[in-house]
């Protein structure tokens, strides 16, 4: 079993800031690649962010400059550090990772139940 656990949504005002976790616990043998997607209300998931195991980083133009992802490889989490957010911010913000578990052969990607960021005055 495998599991990701984000938090740190909430509700922040424009120009604000928040910083979002995902930890993933479990029978994890190695975990590769993990990032961000956000899915705002009647649009498509979309890519965020995403980090390989080595610290190279990815972002997606509506947030590069504005959002950090960062990793502690020890601790099996991520982080995503948002500031100066704006409105069209607001989605529900999941966290992945790409997992091979104890036992497993093939890589796979696992998904966490979603935080909500809600941003508005």
């Known amino acids: 079993q495998v599991q990701l656990v984000e938090s740190g949504g909430g509700l922040v005002q424009p120009g604000g800031s928040l910083r979002l976790s995902c930890a993933v616990s479990?029978?994890?043998?190695?975990?590769?690649?993990m990032g961000w997607y956000r899915q705002a209300l009647g649009k498509q998931r979309e890519l965020v962010s995403t980090?390989?195991?080595?610290?190279?980083?990815n972002y997606a133009d509506s947030v590069r400059g504005r959002f950090t992802i960062s990793r502690d490889n020890g601790k099996n989490t991520i982080y995503l550090q948002m500031n100066s957010l704006k409105p069209e911010d607001t989605a529900v913000y999941y966290c992945?990772?790409?997992?091979?578990?104890?036992?497993?052969?093939?890589?796979?990607?696992?998904w966490g139940q979603g935080t909500q960021v809600t941003v508005s005055s």
């Open positions: 992945y990772a790409l997992i091979r578990r104890i036992g497993a052969t093939l890589v796979r990607d696992y």
């Open positions: 479990g029978s994890i043998m190695s975990i590769y690649t």
């Open positions: 980090i390989t195991t080595a610290g190279s980083t």
